[in-house]
């Protein structure tokens, strides 16, 4: 027999309960920021953001780390984009569904899933020693675009799928060619929603420290050149931390790094606003 | 004195094993006004995308028999896609304004051509626009959004956008089946003007308005054409039942 509820109560339940879940979520999301702000916001100084560390980090500022992670993020993101926004417009525009496009999409999921340790080591293997690229921002960007790679190529294909068939027909209808379409038309369409796979990478290659501290290394000096090792702030956050050489500090950076990723997002997702208002 | 310059001849066209239109032998002429009616799946809207070969964008396409405009094969080895793209100005069932400026919308076409001087850009998108009736109503928001013009408009446009591409014909694809009557009769009456210069095949699933503008009409049915003759002729004495049928609302 089945136990009658009331479809209201049911509804007033259900509501309460994914309340709750969100409201889960959005407290988790905030006690982390809140708390790592509070410890860290105090060492935040000027000096803190353009000094370099003195004695491994337990005094001075982290301006290296910084130059660090911006260098290696342009640089990781430069080679992303391209090859994954690339193979989107591939595997959408110019195969159809086919066996190969399958073992494509399946190989970059795979891709996605590897713990980043493990793109580390590879990129440790492979730039480090056997290319003899040593530690180096090359290294460290090379394995970082490897591993934001798939993301990108997601968003970017369902971002690229999700343009109207109709722009493609009237696009070809007023004689342009494929490339035309693709980049006249499709590209700018499906820009939005190429930008958010690149912010999602952006903000992975800002946070992650596995794949870089096997690649980039973990020297404090200012990279001058591509060859050049590299701390960026998360390795940096790592090492004050683990080492117990400053906590204070290693808040510090924490507080730095989350802000940053905070102000990125809203940054670019205000500038996609922008442009989204003017013509869709 | 009528000068064909469309012709079909057996022609059919598959989309895998099914064909869509079978064995279909007409003629265009010159400057006329060309009605094709026909109920849905009939194949009229197949018909128009083998002319600017729209269709061979599906896989699995595969046109049969021979399709000529102006005397040369549609289909024949070496043609210019886009070059027959643009002669053959094709206008859709629903608006589609690509998402960027009226200006940019109707210069679209002579962009991808290759054209940059922007003063004979300019002067392009106020002719099309003009000749569309459409210069009054946005002559001063050239740079606004196409998505914000009503439907009507942006049909409008799009006939613009047609215009800009300087083709031999215009085709369109049940152009009013989204608009009001108004906005429709604005469209018939744009198209009785601009047939001075142009061929204008005009499919619609409104038997009344091929009967309005058309000055033949061809009525289709299942990837067959039936009849085609002078519209009067057509709409008072068909000479298959079917298209009696058709025309007097008995089924489509």
Redesign the interface.
């Known amino acids: 027999m089945r136990i009658y509820i009331d479809p209201k109560i049911e509804q007033r339940f259900f509501r309460a309960v994914l309340w709750l879940f969100t409201g889960v979520t959005v407290f988790i999301l905030f006690f982390i920021i809140f708390y790592v702000l509070k410890r860290g916001l105090p060492v935040v100084s000027l000096g803190f953001l353009t000094k370099n560390p003195v004695e491994m980090g337990k005094a001075g500022g982290i301006f290296s780390t910084i130059v660090g992670t911006v260098a290696l993020t342009v640089l990781a993101i430069l080679i992303a984009t391209p090859l994954g926004v690339g193979s989107a417009i591939y595997l959408t525009e110019y195969t159809r569904e086919n066996w190969v496009t399958r073992v494509i999409r399946f190989g970059s999921e795979c891709l996605a899933g590897i713990p980043s340790i493990i793109f580390g080591l590879f990129g440790f293997i492979l730039f480090v020693t056997k290319l003899g690229l040593g530690w180096s921002l090359l290294s460290g960007s090379l394995t970082l675009a490897f591993m934001i790679l798939p993301t990108i190529i997601r968003t970017s294909e369902e971002a690229i799928r999700s343009v109207p068939y109709a722009y493609r027909e009237v696009s070809f209808s007023l004689g342009s060619t494929k490339w035309q379409t693709v980049t006249r038309v499709v590209l700018p369409s499906a820009l939005p929603g190429i930008a958010t796979g690149v912010i999602l990478g952006v903000g992975r290659s800002i946070g992650e420290t596995a794949a870089v501290i096997f690649t980039a290394g973990s020297s404090l000096h200012i990279p001058t050149s591509l060859f050049s090792s590299s701390r960026t702030m998360s390795v940096h956050f790592y090492i004050l931390a683990r080492e117990g050489i400053s906590m204070a500090n290693a808040y510090g950076t924490a507080a730095v790094l989350i802000i940053a990723i905070l102000v990125i997002n809203v940054l670019a997702y205000t500038l996609m606003n922008k442009f989204m208002r003017k013509y869709c | 004195m009528d000068k064909t310059v469309i012709r079909a001849m057996s022609f059919s066209h598959y989309f895998g094993p099914v064909p869509a239109l079978k064995n279909i032998n007409l003629e265009i002429f010159q400057n006329e006004i060309f009605g094709i009616i026909g109920p849905a799946g009939s194949g009229k809207s197949t018909f128009l995308r083998a002319l600017?070969r729209?269709n061979d964008?599906i896989?699995g396409s595969r046109p049969e028999g021979t399709l000529e405009i102006c005397g040369q094969d549609v289909y024949a080895p070496g043609t210019s896609v886009?070059?027959l793209?643009?002669r053959m100005?094709?206008v859709?069932a629903?608006p589609?304004p690509?998402?960027?400026?009226i200006f940019e919308n109707i210069v679209?076409?002579a962009r991808?051509?290759g054209e940059k001087n922007r003063g004979r850009l300019t002067e392009l998108a106020a002719d099309c626009l003009k000749k569309t009736a459409l210069w009054e109503e946005v002559r001063n928001r050239l740079d606004v959004?196409a998505?914000k013009l009503s439907g009507g408009q942006q049909q409008r446009l799009c006939l613009a956008?047609?215009l800009a591409?300087r083709p031999e014909f215009i085709m369109l694809d049940e152009p009013t089946s989204g608009l009001d009557p108004i906005s429709t009769m604005k469209i018939e009456e744009t198209l009785r003007k601009l047939q001075a210069e142009y061929t204008i095949i005009l499919v619609t699933n409104n038997t009344k308005q091929a009967a309005r503008v058309a000055d033949r009409t061809a009525f289709f049915l299942n990837g067959a054409l039936i009849e085609v003759d002078l519209t009067e002729k057509i709409f008072s004495a068909p000479s298959d039942k079917r298209t009696n049928d058709y025309i007097s609302g008995k089924f489509g």
Not at chain 2, 98 to 101: C, E, G, Y
């Open positions: 600017n729209l964008l896989p886009a070059e793209r643009r100005g094709m859709f629903t589609v690509l998402p960027r400026s679209f076409g991808m051509a959004s998505l956008r047609i591409l």
